[in-house]
């Protein structure tokens, strides 16, 4: 790209902000000046916060989505990723099993049973975490919920981890949670006194990470990476008559985000219809601010929801693990032309950012095997 020598600077770095991360990782090269500014931390946050605007726009230089596909037998995991019109642009297999997966801030964390791996797609740097030690309660069974997490006071990124142990006859119920500096790269407990959900999707906002609590207790936890603390959310206002739940947590265009559905209809025999409900927290914090933005269905109850796209789109699959997309523009649902993906078991939006991990690149191991599409390239 040219400039105009007598273009202000301000100017150039405003054009730079809307640039993919290959192409400023390419500049680097070309000045000084610009390779300082790049690894500075206030130009890697603006430039994210400038991509995931693009991507809210549906603008056609955003990035791609990104799909996690497990296979039955989990013998290696197979991630695709989608552009702004969900075209499959690139594969990339991993060559190691995974148990978990959560997404942040354009970083990607995989649990690999006794190992974590952080992984910035967009840079394709890696590394290697020692996970924190499993709580010592000799569980019948044990659950991991892990989300990556934000704190801009200090330009830190962080791994929080729960586990939900269960460890005795009478259905006994354990949890603990740490987290994880990337600034310090170490780990220390945190204290946790709320129950949330094993299914949980959540995401970063204002500094927090946000879960759906039990079903019981009806409310969001929420974890606030700058002072490391647990804290509650309202739900939005369901009707009191109906059996609406918080299904979970997302953003969209950068709000608060809960999905909710319930039975609304019997057909007869031959299955039942749901309605889903897409509640928008206006203004962060304020119960009063909670809006039902959108309302899909009735639709079969054979669709299950996987995950927000722009402006209230709902990803749906089905049984035979077919992926469809809401439009909320022109309320039809409709077959998303990805051939060839196995077993989906997680989908996400994903914006790419400039963030270090000071670890090491792909091309340094053999852990991502980046594969060509028609479409795309690698």
Same mark, same amino acid.
């Given at each position: 790209?040219?400039?105009?020598?007598?273009?202000?600077?301000?100017?150039k770095?405003?054009?730079?902000?809307?640039?993919?991360v290959?192409?400023?990782?390419?500049?680097?090269?070309?000045?000084?000046?610009?390779?300082?500014?790049?690894?500075?931390?206030?130009?890697?946050?603006?430039?994210?916060?400038?991509?995931?605007s693009?991507?809210?726009?549906?603008?056609?230089?955003?990035?791609?989505?990104?799909?996690?596909?497990?296979?039955?037998?989990?013998?290696?995991?197979?991630?695709?990723?989608?552009?702004?019109t969900?075209t499959?642009?690139?594969?990339?297999?991993?060559s190691?099993?995974?148990?978990?997966?959560?997404y942040g801030n354009?970083?990607?964390?995989?649990?690999?049973?006794?190992?974590?791996?952080?992984?910035n797609?967009?840079?394709?740097?890696?590394?290697?975490?020692q996970?924190?030690?499993?709580?010592?309660?000799?569980?019948?069974?044990f659950?991991?919920?892990?989300?990556?997490?934000?704190?801009?006071?200090?330009?830190?990124?962080?791994?929080?981890?729960?586990?939900?142990?269960?460890?005795?006859?009478?259905?006994?119920?354990?949890?603990?949670?740490?987290?994880?500096?990337?600034?310090?790269d170490?780990w220390?407990?945190?204290?946790?006194?709320?129950?949330?959900?094993?299914?949980?999707?959540?995401f970063?906002?204002?500094?927090c990470?946000?879960?759906?609590a039990?079903?019981?207790?009806?409310?969001?936890?929420?974890?606030d990476?700058?002072? +490391?603390v647990?804290?509650?959310? @309202?739900? !939005?206002?369901f /009707?009191?008559s109906? *059996? #609406?739940?918080?299904?979970? =947590?997302?953003?969209?265009?950068?709000?608060?985000?809960?999905?909710?559905?319930?039975?609304?209809?019997?057909?007869?025999?031959k299955?039942?219809?749901i309605s889903?409900?897409i509640?928008?927290?206006?203004?962060?914090?304020?119960?009063e601010s909670?809006?039902?933005?959108f309302?899909i269905?009735?639709?079969?109850?054979?669709?299950?929801?996987m995950?927000?796209?722009?402006k209230?789109?709902?990803?749906?699959?089905?049984p035979?693990?077919?992926?469809?997309?809401?439009?909320?523009?022109?309320?039809?649902? +409709?077959?998303?032309?990805?051939? @060839?993906? !196995?077993l989906? /078991?997680?989908?996400? *939006? #994903?914006?790419?950012?400039? =963030?270090?991990l000071h670890?090491?690149?792909?091309?340094?191991?053999?852990?991502?095997?980046?594969?060509?599409?028609?479409?795309?390239?690698?």
């Amino acid at each position: 790209m040219a400039y105009r020598r007598d273009m202000p600077e301000d100017m150039k770095i405003e054009i730079m902000l809307m640039l993919p991360v290959k192409s400023l990782l390419r500049f680097r090269c070309l000045s000084k000046s610009w390779c300082s500014l790049f690894q500075t931390p206030y130009f890697k946050t603006q430039h994210y916060l400038k991509r995931t605007s693009l991507s809210d726009t549906n603008n056609n230089h955003a990035n791609p989505s990104v799909f996690l596909c497990r296979p039955r037998y989990y013998h290696y995991v197979h991630l695709s990723m989608l552009d702004h019109t969900l075209t499959r642009k690139q594969d990339i297999r991993l060559s190691f099993p995974i148990i978990d997966l959560c997404y942040g801030n354009g970083l990607i964390c995989f649990w690999n049973y006794n190992m974590m791996t952080l992984w910035n797609p967009a840079t394709r740097e890696f590394k290697l975490l020692q996970p924190p030690c499993i709580p010592n309660l000799k569980p019948k069974k044990f659950n991991r919920i892990t989300q990556i997490g934000f704190n801009s006071k200090t330009n830190d990124y962080k791994v929080l981890c729960i586990w939900i142990s269960f460890h005795d006859k009478r259905f006994s119920v354990t949890q603990q949670s740490s987290l994880y500096s990337l600034n310090a790269d170490s780990w220390k407990e945190t204290r946790f006194d709320f129950s949330v959900r094993r299914s949980n999707r959540t995401f970063n906002i204002v500094n927090c990470v946000h879960y759906c609590a039990s079903r019981t207790d009806n409310c969001i936890v929420a974890f606030d990476m700058a002072d +490391e603390v647990f804290w509650k959310l @309202s739900m !939005p206002p369901f /009707e009191l008559s109906s *059996n #609406y739940g918080c299904d979970f =947590v997302g953003v969209l265009n950068g709000n608060l985000a809960v999905v909710s559905s319930a039975y609304v209809e019997w057909i007869n025999r031959k299955g039942t219809k749901i309605s889903v409900d897409i509640w928008v927290m206006k203004e962060y914090g304020v119960q009063e601010s909670w809006t039902k933005q959108f309302t899909i269905g009735p639709i079969s109850s054979h669709y299950s929801s996987m995950g927000l796209w722009k402006k209230g789109g709902l990803f749906l699959c089905n049984p035979l693990i077919t992926l469809y997309v809401y439009d909320p523009d022109t309320q039809k649902i +409709e077959k998303l032309q990805v051939d @060839s993906l !196995p077993l989906i /078991e997680k989908i996400f *939006n #994903y914006t790419e950012s400039l =963030v270090s991990l000071h670890g090491r690149q792909e091309r340094e191991d053999e852990r991502f095997v980046r594969l060509p599409t028609q479409s795309g390239d690698t």
